[in-house]
Structure formats: C-alpha cells, structure tokens
C-alpha cells in the first residue's frame, strides 16, 4: 500500500518540508509504502483502539507478557492480517517472543 509515513522513532507524521525559491512549501509529508508501518500499528494497538474499527488490535504486548500463548498470538496476528486485506500470511512466533511475518 501506498499512503503517508510515519516517523518510527516518535510514531508521528514523518514531515520533509521542501519549499520553493521564494519560500513558499511545496511538499511537506513524506508518501511510500505502508506495508510495514501498518502491521507494526495493527501489531501494538489493542482492541478498541480504532474508534471506526473496535475489533481491529493484535495488543501483542500482552501476549509476550504471558508464557505459553505463542499460538495464541500467531493465530490472532493471522486473523487480524486477514481482517485488513492482507490476506493469508505466514506468521512465526518463537518461544523467546521473535516474531515474523511474511506477507
């Protein structure tokens, strides 16, 4: 997907503000692909975080709080992909809480 990023370390607009010879802003937010800033949302955001979408939220921190919810956590993970339009992906969680996902 296409759309606005992000900035990873703070979590706000990533703004590259360019502007013209005489001063004036010619483009300020920065565009590419979303992919990854998305799921990684999708994957820190609890349910009813989205206000439009309440069941929309991995909330994976809990589950790596636990021990012994790696399926747990696969399977919501998949499910919520699912739920986004990301179709059927390939998600590992190891024991040490190293997750993957291939999309």
């Known amino acids: 997907m296409k759309g606005i990023l992000l900035n990873e370390a703070t979590g706000d607009l990533d703004i590259n503000v360019i502007r013209d010879a005489d001063g ?7 565009p590419g692909d979303t992919d990854y800033q998305n799921i990684r949302l999708l994957m820190l955001s609890d349910k009813g975080d989205f206000k439009e979408q309440p069941v929309l939220g991995v909330g994976a921190e809990k589950y790596l709080k636990s021990t012994g919810r790696e399926n747990d956590l696969r399977r919501e ?6 739920a986004t339009g990301y179709g059927s992906a390939d998600v590992t969680v190891a024991a040490d809480g190293i997750i993957e996902i291939n999309i």
């Open 77 to 82: 993970i998949a499910v919520q992909l699912d």
């Open 24 to 30: 004036r802003i010619l483009s300020g937010l920065t």
